[in-house]
C-alpha cells in the first residue's frame, strides 16, 4: 500500500467526522496525519514492517498509530467503517462542490433532509436553501455553478494521480512472466490534465498469467471483464483500468489507436483513406489488396501515411497533422532542458524544508539556480512576510549564496496583487528581489473586466517579473476566475513579464491551450514547481508535460537559460 493510499483512510475520517460536527481538534489531527502521511518519502508500510515506532513521528500519536498498524495489517480500518455507518452516503460528495463546507452541508442535511448532488440541486433551482440562516440566492447560484462544475469532473483524475497509479500497476505487471512489454495509452500517454481511465497495452507470450495477475491486483475492487486478450477493472479509488493484449506485428498501430486522441484518429484514417489505405487498430492495409503495410511500430503507421511520428502531447487534432506535412512540427520542450525552478517557498511562509534544503534537492536535480519565493503578508494563512521578514530572508539568502559555487538561489518573491492591483509589499523591497512573482490569491469571484483590470495594474509595476498561477483555477477543485487572458498576455508581454505554467499538478496553470496561444502571441514562459517541500520539486515534469501540450519549445521557456541568460532575460526580455 502507497502512502497516498494510508493518507487517504485519515483524510476520509477527517471529513466524516466534519460532516457529524465533531470536535475540530479531533478533525485537525487526523487532517494532519492525512498530510504527514502524503508527504513522506519513507514507505509507511515499511516503517511498521520493520517495527519501527510511528509514534517518533512529529505528530503522530497512538491513536494514529494504532490505526495504521490496523491498516496495513488488514488494508481495512474498523473505525473508519463505524464513521461511514453514521453519516448518509450522498454526504461526503457534496463536500466536493466548490466553497460548500461541512457546515452547509450538515444543514442541509438536517433541516431539508438533502443527501445527494440531485437533490441538492433540486433544492436550489427551487429557491428552498435561501430560506436558510446564511443563504441567499446567489449562494444558491454559487452552489448550482459548483454542482455543474463538479458533474463535468466526476469520475475524472488528475494526471498525477492517474500516472502514480499507472507507475505502480505497470511495475507490478511487469513481473507476470513471459510479459515483453506494457505501455500505458489513451489520454494518460498524451499527457491531459485528467484522466477518465488507464489504457495500457501488453505484448506477452500466449502462457503468460499477465491477466491473472492484473485482476489479483491488491487495489482491484471489482473485475468488470476477464479475458485473453481484455481485462477491465475498477479500482478502489474508482479508476477504470483496460489491459490489452496486443499482437506483436500490430503493437504499433494498437498503440497509435488507443493513445488517440479520437479526434486525431479520425483526421488520420481519412488521410489514409485519400492513399488508398484503411487504418486500424490492427495495423494499416491497402483497401484494394488487404495486403498489410505497417503495423509493428507508430513510426512506421505515421510513415506509410508520408508523416514524422507525432509526439503524443500533440495528438488533438489541434494541427499537428498539417504540421507534420509540412516538416514544421515542434522541437518539443524536454524535463532535461530545464535550468533551474524560479517559484517555490520554504519554511518562512509555508514551505516545510530550508533554503539550503531546497539547494540541496534542486541540485540533485541538475539545476544551476533555484528562486525563493515566500508568499507575503496578505496571505495570512500561509505565513506570508512583511518588508521586515523579506528583508531579513534576503539576507539569509545572500548567506546561503556566499558557501555556494556553480549554483545560485535568486532572491525572491510571490507578491500578492491585491484586489485594486497594488501589490502588497512596498516597491523599495521589491526592488531588491531578483525574481517578483506577481500573484492573486484573494477575491476570485470579482467580475471579469475589473479583475483583467486589477491584474494589468500590476503587471505595469515595473518591479514585477512574473505573472504566478494566471488564472488562479484548481483541477477538477476551482474553475478559474474570470478573466480576459488575451488582454493580460498583451500587458505582460508590453511590460516585459514572464507568463508562468504553474507546474503543480493540481494548479497546471496557464493551461495547455491558453499557454500555445500565449507563444503564438509572443509571451515569454517559464515552468515553475510552487514546491512547498523539496520533494515537491520533483514535479517540475508535469508542467513539461504542459508546456508539451502547449507546443512550446525550449527557446519559449526561460527557465531552461543559463543563469547569466536568464537574468537578462527577465531584466530586457531578450
Ligand atoms: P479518457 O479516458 O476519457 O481520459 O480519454 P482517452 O483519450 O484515453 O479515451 P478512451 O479511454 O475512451 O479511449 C482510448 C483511445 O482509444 C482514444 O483516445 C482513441 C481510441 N478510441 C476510442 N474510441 C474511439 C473511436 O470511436 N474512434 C476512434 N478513432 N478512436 C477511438
Ligand atoms: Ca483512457
Ligand atoms: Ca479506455
Ligand atoms: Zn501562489
Same mark, same amino acid.
Given at each position: 500500500?502507497?502512502?497516498?493510499?494510508?493518507?487517504?483512510?485519515?483524510?476520509?475520517?477527517?471529513?466524516?467526522?466534519?460532516?457529524?460536527?465533531?470536535?475540530?481538534?479531533?478533525?485537525?489531527?487526523? &487532517?494532519?496525519?492525512?498530510?504527514?502521511?502524503?508527504?513522506?518519502?519513507?514507505?509507511?508500510?515499511?516503517?511498521?514492517?520493520?517495527?519501527?515506532?510511528?509514534?517518533?513521528?512529529?505528530? /503522530?500519536?497512538?491513536?494514529?498509530?494504532?490505526?495504521?498498524?490496523?491498516?496495513?495489517?488488514?488494508?481495512?480500518?474498523?473505525?473508519?467503517?463505524? &464513521?461511514?455507518?453514521?453519516?448518509?452516503?450522498?454526504?461526503?460528495?457534496?463536500?466536493?462542490?466548490?466553497?460548500?463546507?461541512?457546515?452547509?452541508?450538515?444543514?442541509?442535511? #438536517?433541516?431539508?433532509?438533502? #443527501?445527494?448532488?440531485?437533490? !441538492?440541486?433540486?433544492?436550489?433551482?427551487?429557491?428552498?436553501?435561501?430560506?436558510?440562516?446564511?443563504?441567499?440566492?446567489?449562494?444558491?447560484?454559487?452552489?448550482?455553478?459548483?454542482?455543474?462544475?463538479?458533474?463535468?469532473?466526476?469520475?475524472?483524475?488528475?494526471?498525477?494521480?492517474?500516472?502514480?497509479?499507472?507507475?505502480?500497476?505497470?511495475?507490478?505487471?511487469?513481473?507476470?512472466?513471459?510479459?515483453?512489454?506494457?505501455?500505458?495509452?489513451?489520454?494518460?500517454?498524451?499527457?491531459?490534465?485528467?484522466?477518465?481511465?488507464?489504457?495500457?497495452?501488453?505484448?506477452?507470450?500466449?502462457?503468460?498469467?499477465?491477466?491473472?495477475?492484473?485482476?489479483?491486483?491488491?487495489?482491484?475492487?471489482?473485475?468488470?471483464?476477464?479475458?485473453?486478450?481484455?481485462?477491465?477493472?475498477?479500482?478502489?479509488?474508482?479508476?477504470?483500468?483496460?489491459?490489452?493484449?496486443?499482437?506483436?506485428?500490430?503493437? =504499433?498501430?494498437?498503440?497509435?489507436?488507443?493513445?488517440?486522441?479520437?479526434?486525431?484518429?479520425?483526421?488520420?484514417?481519412?488521410?489514409?483513406?485519400?492513399?488508398?489505405?484503411?487504418?486500424?487498430?490492427?495495423?494499416?492495409?491497402?483497401?484494394?489488396? #488487404?495486403?498489410?503495410?505497417?503495423?509493428?511500430?507508430?513510426?512506421?503507421?505515421?510513415?506509410?501515411?508520408?508523416?514524422?511520428?507525432?509526439?503524443?502531447?500533440?495528438?488533438?487534432?489541434?494541427?499537428?497533422?498539417?504540421?507534420?506535412?509540412? =516538416?514544421?512540427?515542434?522541437?518539443?520542450?524536454? !524535463?532535461?532542458?530545464?535550468?533551474?525552478?524560479? &517559484?517555490?517557498?520554504?519554511?518562512?511562509?509555508?514551505?516545510?524544508?530550508? /533554503?539550503?534544503?531546497?539547494?540541496?534537492?534542486?541540485?540533485?536535480?541538475?539545476?544551476?539556480?533555484?528562486?525563493?519565493?515566500?508568499?507575503?503578508?496578505?496571505?495570512?494563512?500561509?505565513?506570508?512576510?512583511?518588508?521586515?521578514?523579506?528583508?531579513?530572508?534576503?539576507?539569509?539568502?545572500?548567506?546561503?549564496?556566499?558557501?555556494?559555487?556553480?549554483?545560485?538561489?535568486?532572491?525572491?518573491?510571490?507578491?500578492?496583487?491585491?484586489?485594486?492591483?497594488?501589490?502588497?509589499?512596498?516597491?523599495?523591497?521589491?526592488?531588491?528581489?531578483?525574481?517578483?512573482?506577481?500573484?492573486?490569491?484573494?477575491?476570485?469571484?470579482?467580475?471579469?473586466?475589473?479583475?483583467?483590470?486589477?491584474?494589468?495594474?500590476?503587471?505595469?509595476?515595473?518591479?514585477?517579473?512574473?505573472?504566478?498561477?494566471?488564472?488562479?483555477?484548481?483541477?477538477?477543485?476551482?474553475?478559474?476566475?474570470?478573466?480576459?487572458?488575451?488582454?493580460?498576455?498583451?500587458?505582460?508581454?508590453?511590460?516585459?513579464?514572464?507568463?508562468?505554467?504553474?507546474?503543480?499538478?493540481?494548479?497546471?496553470?496557464?493551461?495547455?491551450?491558453?499557454?500555445?496561444?500565449?507563444?503564438?502571441?509572443?509571451?515569454?514562459?517559464? /515552468?515553475?514547481?510552487?514546491?512547498?517541500?523539496?520533494?515537491?520539486?520533483?514535479?517540475?515534469?508535469?508542467?513539461?508535460?504542459?508546456?508539451?501540450?502547449?507546443?512550446?519549445?525550449?527557446? #519559449?521557456?526561460?527557465?531552461?537559460?543559463?543563469?547569466?541568460?536568464?537574468?537578462?532575460?527577465?531584466?530586457?526580455?531578450?
Amino acid at each position: 500500500m502507497e502512502n497516498k493510499q494510508i493518507a487517504n483512510f485519515f483524510a476520509e475520517i477527517a471529513e466524516l467526522l466534519e460532516l457529524q460536527g465533531e470536535n475540530p481538534f479531533r478533525i485537525r489531527s487526523y &487532517q494532519n496525519a492525512a498530510r504527514i502521511f502524503g508527504d513522506m518519502s519513507e514507505s509507511v508500510v515499511a516503517m511498521v514492517r520493520s517495527g519501527q515506532d510511528l509514534r517518533e513521528i512529529p505528530g /503522530i500519536g497512538e491513536g494514529i498509530s494504532k490505526k495504521i498498524i490496523e491498516i496495513v495489517e488488514t488494508g481495512k480500518l474498523k473505525f473508519l467503517e463505524e &464513521q461511514r455507518a453514521k453519516v448518509p452516503a450522498g454526504l461526503p460528495e457534496l463536500l466536493r462542490i466548490e466553497g460548500l463546507g461541512p457546515k452547509k452541508v450538515k444543514l442541509f442535511y #438536517d433541516r431539508l433532509g438533502i #443527501d445527494s448532488l440531485d437533490k !441538492l440541486e433540486d433544492a436550489a433551482k427551487a429557491g428552498k436553501l435561501r430560506e436558510l440562516e446564511g443563504m441567499g440566492e446567489k449562494s444558491e447560484e454559487k452552489i448550482l455553478k459548483g454542482i455543474a462544475t463538479l458533474r463535468r469532473g466526476l469520475g475524472r483524475f488528475k494526471l498525477s494521480v492517474g500516472l502514480s497509479y499507472a507507475e505502480a500497476l505497470v511495475a507490478y505487471l511487469k513481473k507476470a512472466k513471459g510479459v515483453k512489454r506494457l505501455e500505458p495509452s489513451g489520454s494518460l500517454r498524451r499527457r491531459c490534465e485528467t484522466v477518465g481511465d488507464l489504457d495500457i497495452l501488453a505484448i506477452c507470450a500466449n502462457d503468460s498469467p499477465l491477466m491473472d495477475n492484473f485482476t489479483a491486483y491488491d487495489d482491484v475492487e471489482e473485475v468488470i471483464a476477464k479475458g485473453e486478450t481484455k481485462s477491465s477493472v475498477r479500482l478502489r479509488c474508482g479508476l477504470h483500468v483496460d489491459v490489452r493484449v496486443l499482437e506483436p506485428g500490430s503493437f =504499433g498501430s494498437g498503440l497509435q489507436y488507443f493513445t488517440g486522441s479520437k479526434a486525431h484518429n479520425i483526421a488520420l484514417r481519412s488521410r489514409a483513406n485519400d492513399r488508398g489505405l484503411k487504418l486500424s487498430e490492427y495495423g494499416v492495409f491497402e483497401i484494394q489488396t #488487404d495486403k498489410k503495410v505497417a503495423g509493428k511500430s507508430e513510426e512506421e503507421v505515421y510513415k506509410v501515411l508520408d508523416l514524422p511520428l507525432i509526439p503524443p502531447e500533440l495528438r488533438e487534432d489541434r494541427g499537428e497533422i498539417e504540421a507534420a506535412e509540412k =516538416g514544421e512540427l515542434p522541437k518539443l520542450i524536454e !524535463l532535461s532542458d530545464i535550468h533551474g525552478d524560479l &517559484q517555490m517557498h520554504t519554511k518562512e511562509s509555508d514551505g516545510k524544508d530550508t /533554503i539550503e534544503e531546497m539547494v540541496e534537492a534542486a541540485k540533485n536535480l541538475g539545476y544551476e539556480y533555484i528562486a525563493i519565493t515566500e508568499h507575503s503578508k496578505a496571505v495570512r494563512i500561509a505565513n506570508g512576510l512583511d518588508e521586515k521578514r523579506l528583508a531579513e530572508h534576503l539576507k539569509r539568502i545572500d548567506k546561503v549564496n556566499a558557501k555556494l559555487s556553480g549554483f545560485r538561489v535568486l532572491k525572491g518573491i510571490e507578491v500578492d496583487i491585491l484586489a485594486d492591483g497594488s501589490l502588497d509589499l512596498s516597491d523599495d523591497i521589491l526592488k531588491e528581489c531578483e525574481v517578483v512573482v506577481g500573484s492573486v490569491h484573494s477575491r476570485f469571484n470579482m467580475e471579469e473586466k475589473e479583475m483583467t483590470q486589477r491584474i494589468i495594474r500590476a503587471l505595469k509595476n515595473p518591479n514585477v517579473n512574473f505573472l504566478g498561477h494566471p488564472t488562479g483555477r484548481l483541477i477538477l477543485e476551482r474553475e478559474p476566475y474570470k478573466v480576459d487572458l488575451k488582454e493580460v498576455i498583451k500587458a505582460a508581454i508590453d511590460n516585459n513579464v514572464i507568463v508562468e505554467i504553474n507546474a503543480y499538478p493540481d494548479r497546471l496553470d496557464l493551461r495547455d491551450v491558453d499557454a500555445r496561444m500565449a507563444k503564438e502571441m509572443g509571451a515569454k514562459l517559464s /515552468i515553475s514547481t510552487d514546491a512547498h517541500s523539496k520533494l515537491q520539486l520533483d514535479v517540475m515534469k508535469y508542467g513539461v508535460f504542459t508546456a508539451r501540450r502547449a507546443w512550446l519549445e525550449a527557446k #519559449d521557456v526561460v527557465n531552461t537559460l543559463p543563469l547569466a541568460r536568464l537574468l537578462k532575460a527577465i531584466r530586457t526580455g531578450t
